[in-house]
């Protein structure tokens, strides 16, 4: 009979450590796709600056561009 009972809690205790170890698992599987998730945002924003900061310098760029040709067009149209 006492082995009977200790068999019954040794299956009871790996039932149970099975049901951890999946927990476990699963809690380590969603850390890892949340850590993932958090780098591919970060990248996506680096990049999404530096995309902000080219558009910015063109655009400047193109503004200086057009005020110089602009002025050159007028000496030339006057003079």
Do not use: C, P, W
């Amino acid at each position: 009979m006492a082995a009977r009972e200790s068999l019954a809690q040794f299956e009871q205790a790996f039932v149970e450590e099975t049901y951890a170890d999946r927990e476990r698992r699963e809690a380590v599987a969603r850390q890892v796709a949340a850590r993932a998730d958090q780098r591919r945002r970060q990248k996506v924003h680096r990049h999404g600056r530096f995309r902000f900061f080219m558009l910015v310098l063109v655009l400047i760029a193109t503004a200086a561009l057009v005020t110089v040709a602009m002025f050159e067009t007028l000496y030339y149209v006057m003079g």
